[in-house]
Structure formats: structure tokens, C-alpha cells
């Protein structure tokens, strides 16, 4: 009965067992976008951000009929320009006044390898849809960071200082990411596929190089791929067929 049992559990298996391998390249950029000089309520803040190039490589199993498992390892780089400016006396500037401005301005680079575990969920009968989720750690194999901090008042220059504070980036990050892979079927075995995803990744830099400011950008990443089916054949004892899984 217990054989019986295992071989059952064996052939429902291997009826979704299928491997799926793709390789990916695209290009990553964050959203994270704060009112820049305008407001009434300082201090004001901007993030400028540029676009920079991710490749990646996943394998997914499939263990349900529309659900698979599996892992991704990709290669990111980050590359913007926080500004962070504080004014002291501004209405006072109508009655005569002279304001003081505080100014932090922080250029980030830095790449990272990540390692992701992978959940996805395909859609619809053909399953040209997929979704999934990827909770990841990444390992810094290269970056560079400078912050500036000066203080003006009115159009005197009281002090401005710039240091290299590469240093105080974190060599390891963690970033959970979300997405859509739409699937162009080339043949039964090859797929041609874009990849849509938004994630958060945790602080890249610590306060100490930032002038207290915590740098934890949101992205998004495009992608395009392709990616290769790994079929199981597997003889059918009832009618000795071959049968493609």
C-alpha cells in the first residue's frame, strides 16, 4: 500500500514536471521622486535617477499546473543624485531679510549581484501571463559615493565641504521585487519574454556618509528574454505512448 502510495505521488509529479530556463536583459530606474524648491514646507527635496542596465539568469520548476518554484541570479546597477535643502529666514526675504540654506547633495553608483528565490503563477489556459514575487540579497561588487555639505547666507558661501564616502555604502542589500512576464511563444520549446517588475531594496548607505539621510530608492526594471523549455517524455503504461509533459 505504502509503494503504492509513493508511485502515486511520483506520477503526479512528473505530469507538471517541466524546467524552464531564461536569460534576461534590460535596463532599471527608480520612481522615487520628492517636490523639489516650490513648497512652502521645507526642507525640499529631489532624486534624480538614471536608467542603467540589469542582466539576469532564472530556472523554474514546475510542481502545479500553473505554479512554479525556482531561483534568479541578476546583476543591477544603481546610479542618482539625492538633494536635500533646508531655508532658515524665508519670510523674512519680503521684510529685508537674509535667508540660510543648508544643503546636503549625495551622488550614489553602485552595482550589485543578487540572489533571489522565485514563486510564479501562470495565467489563463495558454499561460502567456505569469506573476510572481522575488525576495532577494544582493553583494556590492563595485560603487562609489560623494556627499556634499555647504550652507549659504543670502549669496555668501559659509562653508562647503565634499568627501568621497564610498566607504559607508553596504556591501550587502536586500530587495523584494514583484512583476508580470508576458510570454511570446517562438515554438513549443522557446519563449520570447518581457519582463515588467517593481521592487524596494533596503538602505544602501549608512547615515553616516549620507548627513543622516537614509537612501532607499524604489525601482522599476524592464526586461526582454528568452527562454527554453525542458520537456519530461515519459512512456505511459497504459498505452506505451510517449508523452510530452
Same mark, same amino acid.
Given at each position: 500500500?505504502? &509503494? ?6 511520483? *506520477? ?19 520612481? *522615487?521622486?520628492? /517636490? ?5 514646507? /521645507? ?9 542603467? /542596465?540589469? +542582466? ?54 553602485? *552595482?550589485?549581484?543578487? +540572489? ?10 495558454? =499561460? ?19 556627499? $556634499? ?19 559607508? &555604502?553596504?556591501?550587502?542589500?536586500? $530587495? ?46 524592464? =526586461? ?10 515519459? &512512456? *505511459? /503504461? ?8
Amino acid at each position: 500500500m505504502r &509503494i503504492l502510495f509513493v508511485a502515486l505521488l511520483i *506520477s503526479c509529479h512528473m505530469g507538471y514536471a517541466q524546467d524552464r530556463f531564461c536569460v534576461e536583459a534590460g535596463m532599471n530606474k527608480t520612481w *522615487s521622486y520628492k /517636490p523639489g524648491i516650490g513648497s512652502w514646507n /521645507p526642507p525640499y527635496e529631489s532624486q534624480t535617477s538614471y536608467a542603467r /542596465p540589469t +542582466v539576469g539568469f532564472s530556472y523554474l520548476r514546475r510542481v502545479g499546473k500553473h505554479v512554479y518554484v525556482g531561483g534568479k541570479a541578476y546583476w543591477e546597477s544603481y546610479s542618482f543624485r539625492y538633494d536635500r535643502v533646508s531655508v532658515t529666514n524665508l519670510f523674512n526675504l519680503f521684510g529685508g531679510g537674509v535667508d540660510s540654506t543648508y544643503a546636503t547633495q549625495i551622488r550614489f553608483k553602485a *552595482s550589485y549581484v543578487f +540572489v533571489a528565490p522565485l514563486l510564479d503563477l501562470g495565467v489563463g489556459k495558454h =499561460q502567456f501571463f505569469h506573476f510572481y514575487i522575488m525576495p532577494g540579497a544582493g553583494f556590492m561588487v563595485a560603487g562609489s559615493q560623494t556627499t $556634499r555639505i555647504y550652507q549659504l547666507a543670502g549669496a555668501t558661501t559659509i562653508s562647503d565641504n565634499t568627501q568621497i564616502t564610498t566607504g559607508s &555604502i553596504h556591501e550587502v542589500v536586500f $530587495r523584494f521585487n514583484a512583476g508580470m512576464v508576458q510570454h511570446i511563444r517562438v515554438s513549443n520549446d522557446w519563449h520570447i519574454t518581457f519582463n515588467e517588475s517593481i521592487g524596494a531594496v533596503t538602505a544602501l548607505s549608512g547615515l553616516s556618509g549620507t548627513n543622516s539621510i537614509s537612501l532607499m530608492p524604489n525601482y522599476y526594471t524592464l =526586461q526582454v528574454g528568452l527562454m527554453k523549455k525542458r520537456h519530461y517524455r515519459i &512512456i *505511459s /503504461p497504459a498505452n506505451g505512448r510517449e508523452q510530452i509533459q
